[in-house]
């Protein structure tokens, strides 16, 4: 008897198991119905590409949070060659605004759009040369150095020979980088094995190779999320000073953290709330005396040494 009873309690703990895991798979199915349709893409190969980005009206939340409003009809453009910096408190919906741009996922009104053409018009392959991203936390496949930096442009991944970016390519795309001299200070140089297998890179390292893997495309259009605190002080300087190179004559999108990014883009769109709160430069931002000028104000009182960012005597 005790035998059935522990038979019982065993059958109902399958149950409850199996309700829970079909309960769980209901939510899988609709989680993917939610799922914007970021598979499809389109065929547009265009013969000119300029590089402008507009991202219109939109709105939007994470799938996996549909009540979490994270874009309430945001706006943006960013015109050929102009570097522009956003910046705004923390969970303001900035990276959200590179995601959209790199199709990640789909607005749920607006428009994303890449010299007026909706992004999704566009053949996935070719947009992924044209616009390049760097984020904080690059990821390194387990492949060498080499074909990390190459990382989507070899013939394997359906590129005409010609295309393929060749080994002087990837050499300069890493002096470029700030990343050619470690690189070569590694056992087998280019060839060296990265991943959990490979050699341990540093986080500096690792944004030099991604800032490489950005540069060998040589985009038209830079996603760019500035490294916080990941790195130490002497591998900061390096990757900063090649991250300033990489922003040269090209349209940018950068999530600024450094000051002196924010002050030398060409415009500051502050994002707060999942909208822009204000736009200029840093000047115009400054007399405006808005949330720019008390993010300013904020970040004095924590680092004095920044005292530069106010206009000096001369030009107040
Ligand atoms: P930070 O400066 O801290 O990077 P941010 O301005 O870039 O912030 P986002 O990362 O765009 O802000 O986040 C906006 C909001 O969306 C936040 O409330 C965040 O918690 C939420 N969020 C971000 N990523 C996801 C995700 N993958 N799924 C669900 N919610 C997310």
Known sequence: QQSLSAAFQALGDVFSALSAAVGAADKVIELMKRQPAVAETGTLVPAAFAGKLTVQDVVFHYPARPTLRVLSGLSVVVNPGEIVALVGPSGGGKSSIVKLVERFYVPEEG?????????????RKWLKQRVALVSQEPVLYARSIRRNILYGLEEQDG???????????????????????????????????????????????????????????????????????????????????????????????????????????????VIQHGQVAEQGTH??????????????????ARAPSAAGLLPSPSSA
Do not use: W
């Not at 999108?253 to 060409?266: E, G, K, N, P, Y």
């Not at 400054?286 to 904020?298: D, F, K, N, Q």
């Open 111 to 123: 428009r994303v759009l890449i010299d007026d053409r909706p992004v999704g018009e566009y053949d």
């Open 159 to 269: 590129l005409p020979p010609e295309e393929v970016p060749t080994f002087a390519d990837v050499e300069e795309a890493a002096r470029l980088a700030n990343a050619h001299d470690f690189i070569c200070a590694l056992p087998d140089g280019y060839e060296t094995e990265c991943g959990e297998k490979g050699v341990q890179l540093s986080g500096g390292q690792k944004q030099r190779i991604a800032i490489a893997r950005a540069l060998v495309r040589r985009p038209a259009v830079l996603l760019l999320d500035e490294a916080t605190s990941a790195l130490d002080a002497d591998s900061e300087a390096v990757v900063q000073e090649a991250l300033d190179r990489t922003m040269k004559s090209r349209t940018v999108l950068v999530i600024a953290h450094r000051l002196s990014t924010v002050q030398d883009a060409h415009r500051i769109v």
């Open 283 to 300: 000047d115009q931002l400054l007399e405006a005396g808005g949330t720019y000028a008390s993010l300013v104000r904020r970040q004095l």
